[in-house]
Every structure is written in C-alpha cells, then in structure tokens.
C-alpha cells in the first residue's frame, strides 16, 4: 500500500486501485498516525486532536474508525488475526509501514540525503515533484494538522533553495529565476531565497537585475523586519560588483552551511561567538534580534529553527548576559508551548537543549533549575532517539551545564565530557570537541589528577589552532596558574609568589577577552584568596580587588583578617547557600573555614554535609582555574567544629590537616622575587 499526504488524502493499493478511506474522521485517524511517524499515539491524544472538545462516546467512535480503516487497509486479513498495519499499542495505535510507502517520509529521507551531499540532487528533485498541493489539504481546522503543515511547509521551502543551491553550485541554474522569483515573492522574509535569485540572474547574465534584486531585499528587510541584510547578501553585493571568482560554479566544495542550505542570520551569529572577543558581544545581539524577528512573523518552524540553530559550545555555569539569556530562554518556551508534543522531535529537542544551556546554574531562581534540568534530559532522550551526533552534543553540553546539582560530581561530568569528546571526534565536531577536553580538564582538576588535566589542556589548545577558538588558551593559561599554585605547597615546588604572578598573567589575558564577564568577575580575587588559604595565611585585604558575586562568601573571611571579628560573625550569619555552580565546593569550603574560624558550629555542620560527598575532590577545581586546596582539609574543619565549637584563631597558628602536617608559610621575605612581579608578592604577605 502506498500513502499520500502531500496534498489531499490519499492511500494506493499495491495495484494502483485507490483504498476507500471512508468519511473526513476516518481520514483524518490515518493522517494523524502517518504524521506520528510510526511512533504510537495514544487514544487519548488521537480523540482530543479528533474533536477537541469531545463528545461523551468519542472513544467509543474512534474505535470504529479504526475497525473500518484496519478492513479497508487490510482487505484479505484472516478473521481473528491481528493487523499488520493499524496495530493497537499499549493505551493507542500506530501505523507500521515501510517509510518508502509514504510520500511524506520518502521527502524527509531525500531532504536529509541532499543536506549530506550533492549526489543525491535526483532523489530531491523527484521528491519535491510528489507535492501535490498543501500537506494534508483535506484535514481541516484540526490544530495538529496546521502545526504539520507548517513544518512541511517549511521542509518543502528548504528543499527548493537548497535544490537551487546545488544547481547553482554545479554551474546550472539560470533556467531558476521564474521560480525563485515566485519563492521570494511568496516569501519575502527568506533572506538566503534573495541570495538565491540574485545568483540565478547573474547566471543568466542579467547582472543589473541582479543588483537590483538585492536593493529589493535590503528595503523588504528593513520595512518588515527591521534589520539590515545580512553577511551572506552583503557579500555576495560585493562579488558582483568585484566579478568575483566566488560567483564561478565550485564542484569540489561542500560546506557544512550548503549541507544545512543558505544560512541564516542566526548561524553567523554561531560564527562569531566561536571566533570570541568582540565579536562574541556582537554574535549574541544578533542572535536575540533574529529569535525576537523570528517570533514577530508568527511562523512557529521558523522561530524554532532560529532559536535552536545557536549550538554554541558553552563550558561555564554564570552567564555572561543573564538578561538576555533569560529573554532567549522565555522565546524558547513560548516556541515550545506552540509547536506541542507533537511538533517536529529535532526542533523541540533543540528548544530544549537551548533552554538547559541558557539557564546557567548560577543564574537560576527558585524552582528554575528543576525546568532546566528536565529540558536537559529531555533534549538528550530526543536526541538519542534521532540518533543525531550534532544534536546530541549539544543536548549533552546542556546536561553538563545541569550537572552541578550537588557538591561532588566531577566524576559524573567527567563521563558526560567523554562523551561529547567522542561524538565530536568521530563526527568531525571541532568546536565540540574543544568542549569535550575542556569538560575533562576541569573534572580532572577537580579530582586532584594534575596529569590528566595537563593532557586534555594540551590537546584543546592544538584543536583551537584549527576551530580558531582564541579563548582556549586563555582558560588553559588559569589552569597552569591553578596548577602552579597546588604545587607551591610542595617542597622545592615553586613559591607562593610565582603562582601568583601567573595568576596575573592569567587575569590579564582573561581581562583582554571581551564579552565574558560571567566567568571573569571575580575570579582573580578568588584565586588569591585560594592561594593564601593553601599557605594557611590571612584573606587579602586590597581594596581594590573585585570579588564580584563571590563576595558573601569572602567577606567573612576579609573581615577576620582586619580582626573585625564581630562584623566577620555577622557576615557568615548573612551567607547564603552556595550557588549551584562551578565554584560550589570553593564557596562552602570558604564557608566551613570561616565557621570554624568563628566557632559557629550550626554554619559548620551545614557545610560538612555538603562537603562530605565532595571529600575526595579539591575546592575550586571544578573550575580548571584555581584551587583552594583538598576539600578534605575543610571538610575536617568543619566537622571538628561542628562537634566542638571553640575558635580556631589565631589565623597563623599551625596546626595539622585532613591534607597533611601544616605547611610551612608563604616564602615572600626568602624567595628572589622576579622584575615585574612584585606586587605578586605584595598580595602574599
């Protein structure tokens, strides 16, 4: 049996003859199984979509349609034996038949051959031929039926401009301009179906139409949308005017953005966030104002394809701009909520991801990162479901980002980096593959493995040359620092001053790159603090240093080292909880040390049952960046507080460790200091 729904309603048997459906309720329970996908759907779902408002008997009636369409589909079934076809599953029904049988599916599978490569230009060209009207044109005011159309709506768009895309590309293509320019009138908002014609005229030899093809495009854009052409079409501006070789026919060239078609506003934003520094500031600009366009033309696949085509690797739990993460965020969900259960798997797995990536643990309120989580597995079921290697890391860069429910799970992120490693390597995902080292360093770090943690520094620095990802050796130059400053406390290891030099170093390079002021602030002054606690000294007292949203947390510990203990109490009484973040084994070390500074032993205990399942990890390590040292050390602090609650001070008193015997103090009188780091060892004595 063949089925169509590329138009009206059809179903073929294997003899061409027409199977006789039966009345709009019958056709309409096939239609919404075929748009299922083979996936079950559930009776309940099938009636509420059927009638909306149901009447009393609608299951009762849905039964039937279904017993007839099963003897209309299977004619010579044997009596008793169940159907092949219409079967029942579980609490609803599928439809099990060969995708090359169903028109719709026969489109898809071509659409996604075409995106891979040019060779399989036939199979496009024949399947966009099966279109014989609107999807679906005889099922009416049916609300999944409208959301099905406008995706198919959409795939049917994509496929013409990328099968004018591979005909332009091959050196044909001037017989298109009648049909492109019928798309673009159609479609106007379509900025890469401009690009198209304008191709197309050029091809033909029509280079002043072709000019004025994209004048039309920039006044249309502007008028409508709001917003100036794109790189795309100001290039290709240029090309013509230049007679660019670039306008010449390339057989050998295949780009990751001709696989995906003409690329939108959004992916040069991608672009741009990748190459970092300015242009990272600019890209998510951009990104909200193509999402906040997408949203104003009120076509849903659209917006939902805008929203989810920024698969930007992102490795820290802070935004950089929560404002604007949250609004992207907000879209994302009212994008979900109008595409429904039943909307297109990829698109909603990718508006799922989105949401778990843009909602920064550290940035979340009440309740919010119980939503984020979830988005984060369910974008990851889906994903795994579609078997998409480019979906599924970054569904897994959102559960990564998710992961930080709890002091204690580097290893569990360790796992998750892994394998979005090995996805990105086997599927040449650069950019993911820089994330996946990235992930494992800090794990790494986290565990105390300074090797391992050296390796995976290594080789994400030898990818960046390639990805040209300037932030790389930025996060590996914190990490050097960070270890530099662990080995410190080593005999012969190098001074307290020389890690703090390169913490410097690591702070000026980080202060250069702009647009990364989420992971920035505040991170140096936590770094010195970490430092001087490793040589059991006195919190720094420059009041110049920023502690950005670390400040709770250190203010406690400032306070006692200007023997303002009263206010110091005061300040750890006002301490929250540690957010859920990269730094949330640094923050509840710092407060387990300064409750037994203080003899608070209510403080202590709560923060040696958060520390207690991170006991064999060290604080600050999570981050790659810096490191406060083992979190046993104050974790035993903790604990010997909580049992006995008499202060701890004075703060240079040795003492023993969880770590070990107490180690010796901050060399800054013995050590050669080197030209130009002196006020490192200012920030140590």
Known sequence: MQIDVLGAMRALHDDGTPVNLGGPRHREVLARLVAAGGRMVATDTLVDDLWGEPPVRAVGALRTFVAALRRAIEPDRPPRTPPRVLVTEGPGYALRVPRDTVDVHRFEDALARARRTPDALTDLDTALAAWRGTAYADVTGSVWAQRERARLEELRLEGMELRARLLLDSGSGGELVAELAALVAEHPWREPAWGLLTRALHRAGRQADALATLRRARTMLADQLGLDPGADLRRLETDILRGAATLQPSHTVWTAGARLGPRTTVELARTLALAGGDALIHSRRDRLAAVQAAERTGDITLTARVIGAYDVPALWSRADDPEQSRAVV?????????????????????????????SRSADLSAGAPRRAGQAAREAETLARELDDPALLVFALNGVFLQSFTRPGLAAARDMIGAEILDLA?????????????????????????????????????????????????????????????????????????????????????????????????????????????????????????????????????????????????????????????????????????????????????????????????????????????????????????????????????????????????????????????????????
């Open 330 to 358: 907000a879209a994302a969900e009212r994008t979900l909520t109008a595409l429904g259960t039943d909307g297109p798997t990829e698109l909603r797995a990718r508006l799922l991801a989105t949401i778990a990536v843009e």
């Open 425 to 685: 390597t086997r599927h040449d995902l650069q950019n993911f593959a820089v994330l996946g080292r990235l992930i494992r360093l800090q794990s790494a770090s986290a565990l105390g493995d300074l090797d391992a943690a050296t390796a995976h520094a290594e080789a994400a620095e030898q990818l960046a040359v390639s990805t040209e990802a300037s932030v790389v050796p930025v996060l590996t130059g914190w990490f050097r620092a960070r270890a530099t400053a662990a080995r410190s406390t080593e005999p012969g290891g190098p001074s307290a001053a020389t890690a703090a030099a390169q913490y410097r170093a690591a702070e000026n390079a980080l202060a250069e790159t702009a647009g990364m002021p989420g992971l920035h602030r505040g991170l140096f002054a936590l770094a010195l603090m970490g430092l001087r606690l490793l040589h059991e000294r006195p919190a720094p007292t420059d009041p110049t240093l920023d502690w950005g949203p670390y400040r709770p947390w250190t203010r406690p510990l400032v306070l006692l080292a200007h023997n303002r203990d009263e206010q110091a109490r005061t300040a750890l009484a006002m301490m929250p909880e540690p957010p859920l973040d990269h730094m949330q084994e640094a923050l509840w070390c710092l407060t387990a040390h300064a409750a037994a500074r203080l003899g608070e032993s209510s403080v202590a205990a709560r923060a040696a049952t958060a520390l207690r399942a991170a006991r064999t990890e060290h604080a600050g390590g999570a981050s790659g960046m810096l490191t406060l040292g083992p979190v046993a050390r104050y974790l035993a602090e903790a604990e010997a507080c909580a049992a006995d609650p008499a202060p701890t001070c004075p703060p240079h008193a040795d003492r023993a460790t969880a770590s070990g015997p107490a180690q010796p103090h901050v060399r800054s009188q013995a050590v050669s200091t080197p030209p130009g780091f002196v006020d490192e060892s200012r920030e140590l004595s």
